[in-house]
């Protein structure tokens, strides 16, 4: 069963910086993709960005290009977001997910808030 563990989050003045981790087990990811996402207050869960495990292909959303940077560090089976150039409408609770290849997103962490103060 995979288990995904977040860790980083906190409170950032605008223009700051955070890293969060997510720490995955339970099984080899060779055909997973790895993903994060958020949900701001009164507001729908979005995706961040996602990373192929393998491969290391990356995505973005339009809103965080430029400013975040997904990686994988595949001998620690973590995934970062790197955020840099943090807003305040950045603010949300950050998941990490994973999917098998050619499946949705179904296995989530139990998230890590994010405050972005201006």
């Known amino acids: 069963q995979v288990q995904l563990v977040e860790s980083g989050g906190g409170l950032v003045q605008a223009g700051g910086s955070l890293r969060l981790s997510c720490a995955a087990s339970g099984r080899t990811f060779s055909n997973y993709a790895m993903g994060w996402f958020r949900q701001a207050p009164g507001k729908e869960r979005e995706f961040v960005a996602a990373i192929s495990w393998y491969a290391g292909s990356t995505s973005y959303a339009d809103s965080v290009k430029g400013r975040f940077t997904i990686s994988r560090d595949i001998a620690k089976n973590t995934v970062y977001l790197q955020m840099n150039s943090l807003k305040p409408e950045d603010t949300a609770v950050y998941y990490c997910?994973?999917?098998?290849?050619?499946?949705?997103?179904?296995?989530w962490g139990q998230g890590t808030q994010v405050t972005v103060s201006s």
């Open positions: 997910a994973a999917r098998e290849s050619g499946s949705a997103f179904d296995t």
